[in-house]
């Protein structure tokens, strides 16, 4: 008798338990459902936010606010001045190169926890002016640990703490390194 008692006992324990998980299924299945719902909003506004920053940048990068770049939902770039829009690819080079940093830029600030970025070449099809322009706000981006660009030319060479020099002899490349 106290053997039937005891599985009674432990039935009803595991009958309890087994409808508390019940329970939190179903509440596992009503948070899932909205943040499927979410979702799009979530990345409407993401998206939203990382244009109105690519925006910024790109204003100045470029010297000037009265063009506004835009980062779309459908994830194309987009340039409007005056009144008419011209997409990525109407562009010169140096406003995709521009476009396209002050894009990344953007993103990065706006979504990245990593602490080292990368950038190759990214004054390239640049004049002077918006070089600079580009550097001063390269330099800017704060939350890194580490920075590196690569670049052919000396547009960075005043603002970083450690420099790397490749120089091509021939078929001979050689390298050194400066603290600054």
Same mark, same amino acid.
Do not use: C
């Given at each position: ?11 009803? $324990? ?13 509440? /596992?299945? $009503?948070?899932? *459902? ?19 920053? #690519? ?12 063009? =506004? @770049? #835009? ?5 194309? =770039? ?5 009144? *008419? =829009?011209?997409?990525?690819?109407? @562009? ?6 521009? *476009?396209? @940093?002050?894009?990344?830029? #953007?993103? =990065? ?14 004054? *390239?099809? /640049? ?5 600079? $322009? /580009? ?46």
């Amino acid at each position: 008798m106290r053997v039937l008692r005891n599985d009674q006992t432990s039935h009803y $324990a595991l009958e309890q338990e087994r409808r508390q998980l019940a329970r939190q299924e179903e509440t /596992l299945e $009503a948070i899932r *459902a909205i943040i499927k719902q979410a979702g799009p909003f979530v990345t409407q506004a993401l998206v939203r936010q990382v244009s109105e920053g #690519a925006a910024t940048i790109f204003g100045e990068l470029m010297g000037d606010h009265s063009r =506004v @770049l #835009a980062w779309g939902e459908d994830y194309g =770039v987009s340039l409007t001045t005056g009144g *008419a =829009v011209r997409s990525f690819r109407q @562009l010169s080079g140096g406003e995709q190169m521009s *476009a396209a @940093l002050a894009v990344r830029l #953007a993103l =990065v600030r706006e979504m990245s926890s990593i602490n080292v970025a990368f950038f190759d070449e990214p004054t *390239a099809n /640049l004049d002077s002016v918006r070089r600079e $322009a /580009l550097a001063q706000q390269i330099m800017a981006v704060r939350g890194f640990n580490q920075l590196f660009v690569i670049s052919h030319d000396d547009t960075f060479e005043q603002a970083t703490q450690n420099l790397i020099r490749v120089t091509r002899y021939g078929n001979t490349t050689t390298s050194g390194d400066t603290a600054e």
